[in-house]
């Protein structure tokens, strides 16, 4: 396991905050780093909270977060941390090593059977940036599409081999456009969780009287249908589906 990050009152510039709270945030910070080096995991928990309480929010924080956990002995709610670090930062590569190390002890792995060949190859293709990288890419390509239209125009050139440019560009534009509208559905239209009860019942409705699917473990990623007061509607990796209690799962 890495150890844990050391996060610096910039950080709270950075989000806006008074400098007053800066220096109450880098105190909790300073603490609570202090104490998860002496091995007080549950103290460096709750002041690492505290900042999570407050709308902090930033992939260093969740990591130490998920760090608390895992030497606490809830990998499900370190798992949960580290996706939700990974989905701020997915290039930190403490994040993506310590992600895996607690997936080591998963008794269940449900990751790359999924039986929908188009929706992986899509997912493959905008898994290297994140949403703001596809919006700059998007952007940028855009801009140098009008503005070569414009030189075009201006200097009133139609050979084949800028026409040929062109058309590429315009096929650059729409495609990073389309990935960049699947990023944003996939990462941010739809919900996603992941167990952290170590073991839980997926249930065939919405309810306890209901017959069981199966049982799932900590660690296992799905996505959100719909809900109840209690009851997810759930869409597991697999493509498996069934009912299961909020109190069991987190939302990365």
């Known amino acids: 396991m890495k150890r844990n990050k050391i996060i610096l009152a910039l950080l709270v510039v950075v989000t806006g905050f008074s400098v007053s709270s800066a220096g109450v945030t880098d105190s909790l910070f300073r603490s609570a780093n202090a104490a998860y080096d002496d091995k007080d995991f549950e103290s460096a928990l709750a002041q690492y909270q505290e900042l999570e309480n407050r709308n902090y929010r930033s992939a260093a924080l969740y990591f130490n977060i998920g760090n608390c956990h895992f030497k606490a002995g809830r990998p499900g709610y370190a798992i949960l941390y580290y ?135 900590f660690g296992l990623v799905f996505e959100i249908e719909r809900d109840t007061d209690d009851f997810y509607l759930v869409i597991f990796e697999n493509n498996r589906k069934g009912w299961i209690k909020k109190d069991q799962v987190g939302i990365i």
């Open 83 to 217: 996706l939700r670090a990974k989905k701020l930062d997915p290039y930190d590569e403490d994040i993506n090593a310590n992600l895996e190390f607690a997936r080591q002890f998963m008794p269940t792995r449900l990751e790359g059977v999924s039986i929908n060949p188009v929706t992986t190859f899509l997912s493959m293709l905008v898994r290297p940036l994140t949403l703001n990288g596809f919006a700059w890419l998007s952007s940028i390509l855009f801009i140098v599409l009008i503005l070569f239209w414009a030189v075009r125009i201006l200097f009133q050139r139609h050979e084949l081999p800028l026409r040929i440019v062109t058309y590429l560009l315009v096929v650059l534009v729409v495609v990073s456009f389309g990935m960049t509208t699947y990023k944003y559905r996939t990462e941010y239209l739809t919900s996603r969780g992941v167990i952290v009860a170590d073991e839980t019942r997926i249930y065939s409705g919405p309810g306890e009287d209901n017959d069981v699917e199966f049982v799932g473990s």
